[in-house]
């Protein structure tokens, strides 16, 4: 069974840091692209950024490009999303996502993120 | 990158058929037949319902169908049933390694 467990969210001061990870299970790991994707409270769904199978390719969404880095670690099954400067607007529950046949065909949980002082 | 344009609201009684639109450009869903459509019920993770346009995931019932003509992508559910009250979000690919959400659409089955 496909698992995908996000971890790591909490409360964060706005300018700080903060370090997602999704441990992945049930499947190849290392031969899927990976992303992750984030919902502000009572609004909709935003890409946030993606990673190629072996960690070569690496994307993010205007809004954190600079900011966020996304990486993974094929030995430990784990995707990882560092996050820096956050701001008010990155507030959100972060889900990572598989990606396959361009969807998104399981989902993690979600960790919430709170940026606030 | 600017969401996908989806109706805020849409309701159907039992029995029904509804649709919900998804309006895009030609860099977006207009330029590539990478649409998805999501079902996600309130404090719970989205679920996969249509990918590839008009694709059905496995364990997908048929009552729901995708389609595109132009810049506007399509989801259809048939047979609207009570279970099928959710928001409903579409997604495309955009090109540049960037993808597109719309806004959700809350179902209401009356």
């Given at each position: 069974e496909v698992q995908l467990v996000d971890s790591g969210g909490g409360l964060v001061q706005p300018g700080g840091s903060l370090r997602l990870s999704c441990a992945a299970s049930g499947f190849t790991f290392s031969t899927y692209a990976m992303h992750w994707v984030?919902?502000?409270p009572g609004k909709g769904l935003e890409y946030v950024s993606a990673i190629s199978t072996n960690g070569a390719g690496t994307y993010y969404a205007n809004s954190v490009k600079g900011r966020f880095t996304i990486s993974r670690d094929n030995s430990k099954n784990t995707l990882y999303l560092q996050?820096?400067?956050?701001?008010?607007e990155d507030m959100a529950v972060y889900y990572c996502a598989r990606y396959s046949s361009s969807s998104y065909d399981y989902w993690g949980l979600g960790t919430l993120v709170t940026v606030s002082s | 990158q600017s969401a996908l344009t989806q109706p805020r609201s849409?309701?159907?009684s039992p029995g029904q058929s509804v649709t919900i639109s998804c309006t895009g450009t030609s860099s977006d869903v207009g330029g590539?037949?990478?649409v998805s459509w999501y079902q996600q019920y309130p404090g719970k993770a989205p679920k996969l319902m249509i990918y590839?346009?008009?694709?059905?995931?496995?364990?997908?019932p048929d009552r729901f169908s995708g389609s595109k003509s132009g810049n506007t992508a399509s989801l259809t559910i048939s047979g609207l049933q009570a279970e099928d009250e959710a928001d409903y979000y579409c997604c495309s690919y955009a090109g540049s390694y960037t993808w597109v959400f719309g806004g959700g659409t809350e179902l209401t089955v009356l």
């Open positions: 984030r919902q502000a996050m820096g400067s956050l701001r008010a | 849409v309701s159907g590539h037949n990478y590839d346009v008009t694709k059905r995931p496995s364990g997908v």
